[in-house]
């Protein structure tokens, strides 16, 4: 069975498991670097669509296709999906008041994304240009103290709010500062993430040390490759030193101080090789290294 025949399969089956007490359709998701995903969502009692969560097929098509996994087993899966995450109290709060600038502005926050990967879902949202990214904005939150979710500000949400692009910048950057951003040695942060500890990564007047990555991320785990956009913490880190920005995805960038015997052609290669086998298609930022210029207080393209 191809994939297209499994969704159609997958729609009339759910379809006829929940009968008429729910509305089951299925849904081309747009996502980052202009991937696309399939996914079904159901609305039950007249649920609205922002609250009820899209649940995507491809894994289960991929344990179908490989036999691991028959059509009454994903059927199973995906209504025990629908449960676990249906339309938790935070969530239908938020999305209650999502046009309610107010309410959302202290979630809000900035993310970036490629710009070349990205033109269709650019020209829906709310962005900037920046060297060769975009800065887009997202409301994150929390539900339940379990998970998080976000959700892209798109220009007419914007317009909902009757402010301007750049006053979103501005309140972004204003919750950026709070938003709890680390820098972590990488060989210790591989060691603690192995053996369930964290030491919470530098602080203070701690430096960025020469020969070591160092990785940089905030509390969430969610579209902390922004936190380059903090002038104030690169250059209390970087201590004066250019350094090499290594995008390691949309959610966090490694820093290594620059030295002589440093090759900006060699970071590339290993960037683009990391993107390739490590990080999912959806969450790549670059294929390439930027550059941190100290004396200017600066980030630029590795020429």
Same mark, same amino acid.
């Given at each position: 069975?191809?994939?297209?025949?499994?969704?159609?399969?997958?729609?009339?089956?759910?379809?006829?498991?929940?009968?008429?007490?729910?509305?089951?359709?299925?849904?081309?998701?747009?996502?980052?670097?202009?991937?696309?995903?399939?996914?079904?969502?159901?609305?039950?009692?007249?649920?609205?669509?922002?609250?009820?969560?899209?649940?995507?097929?491809?894994?289960?098509?991929?344990?179908?296709?490989?036999?691991?996994?028959?059509?009454?087993?994903?059927?199973?899966?995906?209504?025990?999906?629908?449960?676990?995450?249906?339309?938790?109290?935070?969530?239908?709060?938020?999305?209650?008041?999502?046009?309610?600038?107010?309410?959302?502005?202290?979630?809000?926050?900035?993310?970036?994304?490629?710009?070349?990967?990205?033109?269709?879902?650019?020209?829906?949202?709310?962005?900037?240009?920046?060297?060769?990214?975009?800065?887009?904005?997202?409301?994150?939150?929390?539900?339940?103290?379990?998970?998080? =979710?976000?959700?892209?500000? $798109?220009? @007419? +949400?914007?317009? *909902?709010? /009757? #402010?301007?692009? %750049?006053? &979103?910048?501005?309140? !972004?950057?204003?919750?950026?500062?709070?938003?709890?951003?680390?820098?972590?040695?990488?060989?210790?942060?591989?060691?603690?993430?192995?053996?369930?500890?964290?030491?919470?990564?530098?602080?203070?007047?701690?430096?960025?040390?020469?020969?070591?990555? =160092?990785?940089?991320?905030? $509390?969430? @785990? +969610?579209?902390? *490759?922004? /936190? #380059?956009?903090? %002038?104030? &913490?690169?250059?209390? !880190?970087?201590?004066?030193?250019?350094?090499?920005?290594?995008?390691?995805?949309?959610?966090?960038?490694?820093?290594?101080?620059?030295?002589?015997?440093?090759?900006?052609?060699?970071?590339?290669?290993?960037?683009?090789?990391?993107?390739?086998?490590?990080?999912?298609?959806?969450?790549?930022?670059?294929?390439?290294?930027?550059?941190?210029?100290?004396?200017?207080?600066?980030?630029?393209?590795?020429?």
């Amino acid at each position: 069975m191809k994939y297209e025949e499994f969704k159609a399969k997958i729609l009339e089956e759910l379809r006829g498991f929940y009968g008429e007490k729910a509305d089951v359709e299925l849904e081309e998701a747009l996502m980052n670097n202009g991937k696309r995903k399939g996914a079904v969502q159901i609305r039950i009692g007249g649920e609205e669509s922002s609250t009820v969560p899209f649940i995507y097929l491809g894994d289960f098509f991929r344990m179908y296709d490989a036999g691991e996994m028959d059509m009454e087993g994903c059927i199973k899966g995906i209504v025990r999906l629908r449960k676990e995450n249906g339309c938790r109290t935070e969530i239908a709060q938020f999305a209650g008041r999502i046009l309610d600038w107010e309410y959302v502005r202290e979630k809000v926050y900035p993310a970036l994304l490629s710009t070349e990967g990205n033109r269709e879902l650019l020209g829906r949202l709310a962005s900037r240009s920046l060297l060769d990214l975009s800065v887009i904005y997202v409301i994150r939150g929390t539900a339940d103290g379990e998970g998080s =979710y976000s959700v892209k500000i $798109t220009r @007419g +949400l914007m317009e *909902a709010y /009757g #402010i301007d692009e %750049g006053q &979103l910048y501005g309140q !972004a950057m204003q919750n950026l500062e709070k938003d709890g951003y680390r820098f972590f040695e990488m060989g210790r942060y591989v060691q603690e993430q192995m053996e369930g500890t964290e030491n919470g990564g530098m602080q203070g007047q701690e430096s960025l040390e020469e020969g070591k990555m =160092y990785i940089l991320r905030n $509390t969430s @785990g +969610l579209y902390g *490759a922004a /936190g #380059i956009l903090n %002038g104030n &913490l690169i250059r209390d !880190a970087a201590k004066g030193h250019d350094c090499f920005i290594l995008p390691s995805s949309i959610h966090e960038t490694i820093f290594l101080l620059a030295s002589d015997n440093m090759e900006q052609k060699e970071l590339d290669s290993m960037v683009a090789g990391i993107n390739r086998s490590c990080v999912e298609e959806e969450e790549r930022l670059a294929d390439h290294s930027y550059y941190y210029d100290a004396g200017a207080g600066e980030i630029r393209i590795c020429a």
